[in-house]
């Protein structure tokens, strides 16, 4: 065998021992997804039966049980919400007394599983990403009798995991595509896209630059997104896929909430790898910690 033959095998041995290596790889990250899609699965389904349960209670002591009370009456307790009081934390409206809120649209377009949606800051644009991988807006003051969506952008390859909005407006996502994409409402178009690594798992902008988001990823990292510059500026290194990520007012702090039940607290102006400051999800150890799934402020 000549040593152009020996080398040519040797090469494509090597190559194959690459993507081998590479497809383990990802064989392992989506055993890692579903065992965490089902620990979430679980606490959903045991809040559900939980919040039944207190609504049951709730029915039978004001006597709305098997029908009792007329569908007239058992409304009478639903706020009346104008446009400026549906979904906006600064209605002023304390809902402590038992009130509940109301169905008022059924929003149709989407042909598969909706993983997010989000309003933006005025509660009159909803976007909306799933399975069919699509970002849909819909506007709230203007649905028409058909409601349907304002716009429907289609650039990912994959399906939509996470969407945010920043505070001007603009609305992001992230997907299985290993992207992280922005779009222009205003001019109903796609304006930037950086890739990622690993899968998209989570998105938000920061509130105090408009410009900037943070993502988290299924390859242990969240990372720090300028849309300016289309490009990844920081990444913070985790121990586990980071389910969930949010940002303080100041943009100074990054919380992530992971895979293991870990929430972080990172300091974007240091740039350290290690965390501010961690906190264990659940009981004590060694009881096991329980999957972050949303973190809010």
Request: glycine share 8%; net charge negative; proline share 3%.
């Amino acid at each position: 065998m000549s040593s152009k033959s020996v080398s040519l095998q040797e090469a494509m041995e090597q190559e194959n021992r690459r993507l081998r290596s590479k497809l383990e790889k990802v064989e392992k990250e989506l055993r890692e997804l579903k065992r965490a899609y089902f620990e979430l699965s679980l606490r959903q389904g045991q809040c559900a039966n939980a919040t039944g349960e207190l609504y049951r209670a709730k029915d039978a002591k004001d006597g709305i049980v098997n029908g009792d009370s007329e569908p007239d009456k058992q409304n009478e307790h639903l706020p009346m919400a104008g446009p400026e009081e549906v979904a906006t934390p600064d209605a002023g409206k304390s809902f402590d007394d038992g009130r509940i809120f109301s169905f008022q649209h059924d929003l149709c377009g989407h042909i598969g599983a909706v993983y997010s949606i989000k309003f933006n800051k005025r509660g009159n644009f909803l976007a909306s990403g799933g399975f069919d991988k699509t970002v849909r807006i819909w506007n709230l003051d203007y649905l028409g009798g058909d409601k349907v969506a304002q716009d429907c952008f289609s650039e990912h390859g994959m399906y939509v995991s996470d969407v945010a909005w920043s505070v001007d407006g603009i609305v992001a996502s992230t997907s299985y595509d290993r992207t992280v994409k922005w779009f222009d409402v205003g001019a109903s178009r796609a304006t930037g896209s950086v890739e990622v690594e690993g899968f998209g798992l989570a998105l938000v902008f920061s509130p105090a630059d408009p410009a900037l988001l943070i993502a988290g990823t299924s390859q242990n990292a969240a990372v720090l997104v300028d849309t300016r510059a289309g490009r990844v500026a920081m990444r913070f290194a985790n121990d586990a896929m980071v389910n969930a990520v949010e940002a303080d007012a100041d943009g100074v702090r990054v919380l992530t909430g992971d895979a293991r039940g870990v929430l972080k607290a990172w300091d974007v102006r240091s740039r350290l790898d290690a965390p501010l400051w961690s906190v264990r999800n659940g009981d004590p150890a060694p009881a096991p910690a329980r999957a972050v799934s949303h973190v809010h402020l």
